[in-house]
Each structure stands twice: as C-alpha cells, then as structure tokens.
C-alpha cells in the first residue's frame, strides 16, 4: 500500500517497467532542478538481498536498484551524484566498492533490517577497511524501518555500527535512530551517546519531518554537540510534514502549499532554526564541497 500511495503522490502511470522508470527518472530530475536550495542531491542505489553465504537471495529482495542505474543517471544529470549501495555479504564485496569509487561514488547505503545482514558480524569488517582505505562514507539506516520488508529487526541499533567507526570508517546514521510508533522504542538516546563519543559519526535527518519523528527535532537540537553532527537528508519520496503547533497553522499552511517535496522538507527545516553549517555538512562530510 505504501508503495501505491507513493506512485500516486508521484503521479507515477501504470505500465511497464521502462515506462514507469522513465516516469520517476523525470520525476526525480524535475523535483531536483524546481528545489532551488539544493545544489546537488544523492541519489540512492539499494542492493538485493545475500544469504550468509554470500549468494544472492532473490526471493527475499523486495526492492533493487543497481549501481549502474544509478551511477547512469549521475553521469546524465549534473544535479545527481552517485550513492552506491554494495551488501557487506557478497562475495565482490570489497572489489564493487573500488569500482564503484571508481565510477564516481560518494558514499554506500545500507539498510541492514531490508537487506538482512549485522553490521556488527565479522563478515562486514573487510568491506569498512576498503571503506575507510577510499574514505567512502557509509550511510546505514538506523532504528525501526516502515517502509520496507523488515527481514532482521534485531539490527536497528546504531551500536551496531561500532566495528565500523573503530576500523575509521565515517559513518552517517540515517535517521538518527529515531522513528517511535506504538509498541516500538526509540534509539535516539543511543545515536546522541555514540555521536558525543565518536568525531566520525554524524546522523542525517532524512525522513524527521513526519509526524512520528516530529517529538525528535527538540532534543537533537538542544545538545550543542549533536547539533553539529546533523547533515540534511530529505527521504523523497516520502513527504514532508510541519509541525503546526510549534510553526503555526499558517505558516503550516503555507509550507504544505509547495508542491515539491524536496524544497517543502528544506523550508520546514529552515523555519524550525537549522543554522547555515548543517546546510553545507553534508558536503564536507562526502568531500564533494
């Protein structure tokens, strides 16, 4: 259903495969060049699913997108750069991240629930030497997913992390573990203990603007050294939302009123006192100011 209502908010028409990703291909492309804000956005490759053996696991992957599409679009659109995404159990692990290095790349995505692997598990620790050997970033989805297949939900800590930021690897903590729903806690306590102790770990704040995140943005504010390990992340496709007892039911109005997602989420996080350093971390975090 999520993914329904994403195609709809996307405006996304039936037909093949070609023809819907042409669609969101110009989607994507027109949404970045009308967010006049933003000089550049990362485009996401999401890898499939490996069994511990390190072979593919068809049946389990719900979601794909190669690198190669993606470093394709990079090399189409001057607004796009090239976020790889390479599962620690593959068998080429280690050589898909030189040649996606070579290919241009900015960092790796990883979201360990989906693609059902511990970033803790000693079989990762290759792939944060050649990581932290290129400087390549690792972005890595931290606390409950809601969107996707939840595969392993014993992986959503940002500890699990740890091997990866004690071998010098930079790491981004997507969310920063936040995400509370009923029945379901929360890791933001945890990411803000382990930013304080680790100079490299940073968290993004893709996807805070929605009403179950809305309750995170005071207290990752508030401590002076979280704050200045905050980068911006939007999450699109998933809108935007204000909080309107806090920006004010006009203000809010007004803010929901921008059609363009990309540009909503950076007026909202402008309202709520983002200072002009979080706007050009992520830059200087991925060495592509």
Not at 39 to 55: C, I, N, R, S
Request: hydrophobic share 40%.
């Amino acid at each position: 259903m999520l993914f329904r209502w994403m195609r709809y908010q996307l405006r996304l028409s039936a037909g093949g495969d070609a023809a819907v990703e042409g669609a969101m291909e110009a989607a994507l492309t027109s949404t970045i060049a009308g967010a006049r804000e933003v000089d550049a956005a990362v485009v996401l490759a999401f890898d499939a699913v490996y069994a511990a053996d390190g072979t593919l696991d068809q049946r389990a992957t719900h979601f794909f997108v190669s690198n190669d599409y993606v470093s394709a679009l990079a090399g189409r659109h001057p607004k796009i750069r090239f976020g790889a995404s390479i599962h620690p159990y593959r068998r080429d692990a280690v050589a898909e991240v030189e040649r996606c290095v070579r290919a241009g790349a900015v960092l790796c995505k990883w979201l360990p629930i989906t693609q059902r692997f511990d970033p803790a598990d000693r079989r990762c620790f290759p792939m944060y030497e050649v990581l932290a050997h290129y400087g390549l970033p690792l972005l890595s989805h931290t606390g409950w997913e809601h969107a996707l297949p939840r595969l392993d939900p014993t992986v959503a800590a940002p500890e699990r992390l740890l091997p990866a930021l004690e071998r010098g690897v930079t790491v981004i903590a997507a969310h920063c573990g936040t995400g509370r729903v009923p029945r379901e806690g929360s890791y933001r306590s945890q990411f803000m203990r382990l930013a304080r102790d680790h100079e490299h770990l940073y968290g993004d704040t893709s996807g805070m603007s929605l009403p179950n995140r809305w309750g995170d943005y005071d207290a990752l504010l508030a401590d002076d050294v979280v704050r200045g390990k905050l980068v911006h992340g939007s999450d699109w496709p998933v809108p935007a939302y204000p909080r309107p007892w806090r920006q004010g039911w006009r203000a809010s109005r007004t803010l929901v009123a921008e059609r363009n997602q990309l540009r909503r989420d950076v007026l909202i996080k402008r309202a709520i006192g983002f200072d002009d350093a979080y706007w050009h971390r992520g830059a200087r975090v991925l060495g592509v100011a």
